[in-house]
C-alpha cells in the first residue's frame, strides 16, 4: 500500500513499545524518515503545530482486504496496530470482528493445497506455515519456493541462494535463478 510517505518526515510520540512504534514501523517500510519522540521534550512544537493545523487530521486511507467478515458480511480491512497489522470490520461500533493478518507468499501448501503464509514466533522470528493451521501442521522455517524438486516432488525452500528440496534425505540443490533488472 502506498501512502505517499517516500522522502517524507514523520514524527510519532508515544512510548517506545505503544501504537506509535507499530505505525512508525509500517510509515519506515514505506520510506518515510521516522523521528520517535519518547519524552515531552517537543510537547510544545508538536502542540503548537496541532493549532496550526486547525484540528485537520491525516486520514490513514484503509486498505480493503479479499476476506469477509463472518458476522456482518462485509469485506474486513487492513488495520495497523500496536504489533502490526491486522484485520477489523469496517462496521465497527456495530461489529467488532477482529483477525491476524497474515502476508501470503504465493505459493499452495503440499499437504493441503491451501495458501501459505508468512508467520511469527512469539520471539520474533519468521516461518511460513498454511493458513489452515491447527487443522493442517505444514511448518518449515525457510521461504518456500514454489518449485517442485525434480528427483522427489516436494518443494524447494529459498536457503541464500540456493534452492534445497524440503526432504533432507533427497538432498536435491541447485542455484537460485538472478533477478535480472
Same mark, same amino acid.
Given at each position: 500500500?502506498?501512502?505517499?510517505?517516500?522522502?517524507?518526515?514523520?514524527?510519532?510520540?508515544?512510548?517506545?513499545?505503544?501504537?506509535?512504534?507499530?505505525?512508525?514501523?509500517?510509515?519506515?517500510?514505506?520510506?518515510?524518515?521516522?523521528?520517535?519522540?519518547?519524552?515531552e521534550a517537543f510537547k510544545a512544537e508538536l502542540?503548537?503545530?496541532?493549532?496550526?493545523?486547525?484540528?485537520?487530521?491525516?486520514?490513514?486511507?484503509? @486498505?480493503?482486504?479479499? %476476506?469477509? &467478515?463472518?458476522? +456482518? $458480511?462485509?469485506?474486513? #480491512?487492513? *488495520?495497523?496496530?500496536?504489533? /502490526? !497489522?491486522?484485520?477489523?470490520?469496517?462496521?465497527?461500533?456495530?461489529?467488532?470482528?477482529?483477525?491476524?493478518?497474515? @502476508?501470503?507468499?504465493? %505459493?499452495? &501448501?503440499?499437504? +493441503? $493445497?491451501?495458501?501459505? #503464509?508468512? *508467520?511469527?514466533?512469539?520471539? /520474533? !522470528?519468521?516461518?511460513?506455515?498454511?493458513?489452515?493451521?491447527?487443522?493442517?501442521?505444514?511448518?518449515?522455517?525457510?521461504?518456500?519456493?514454489?518449485?517442485? &524438486?525434480?528427483? +522427489? $516432488?516436494?518443494?524447494?525452500?529459498? *536457503?541464500?541462494?540456493?534452492?534445497?528440496?524440503?526432504?533432507?534425505?533427497?538432498?536435491?540443490?541447485?542455484?537460485?535463478?538472478?533477478?535480472?533488472?
Open positions: 500500500m502506498d501512502l505517499g510517505l517516500k522522502d517524507k518526515v514523520v514524527v510519532c510520540m508515544s512510548s517506545a513499545s505503544g501504537f506509535g512504534k507499530g505505525i512508525a514501523t509500517e510509515f519506515a517500510r514505506e520510506g518515510a524518515k521516522v523521528v520517535v519522540c519518547t519524552s502542540d503548537q503545530a496541532e493549532k496550526d493545523l486547525d484540528g485537520e487530521r491525516i486520514k490513514v486511507p484503509e @486498505e480493503e482486504s479479499d %476476506v469477509v &467478515c463472518e458476522l +456482518c $458480511g462485509r469485506r474486513m #480491512v487492513i *488495520k495497523y496496530g500496536p504489533h /502490526g !497489522r491486522f484485520l477489523a470490520c469496517p462496521g465497527f461500533p456495530e461489529c467488532r470482528n477482529t483477525k491476524p493478518y497474515f @502476508e501470503k507468499i504465493g %505459493v499452495a &501448501c503440499p499437504k +493441503c $493445497g491451501k495458501d501459505i #503464509v508468512m *508467520k511469527k514466533t512469539k520471539k /520474533g !522470528r519468521k516461518y511460513y506455515g498454511c493458513i489452515d493451521n491447527p487443522e493442517c501442521d505444514f511448518m518449515v522455517w525457510q521461504k518456500p519456493s514454489g518449485e517442485k &524438486c525434480p528427483r +522427489c $516432488g516436494k518443494l524447494l525452500l529459498e *536457503k541464500g541462494n540456493k534452492l534445497v528440496c524440503m526432504d533432507e534425505q533427497c538432498g536435491y540443490v541447485k542455484n537460485k535463478p538472478t533477478e535480472e533488472k
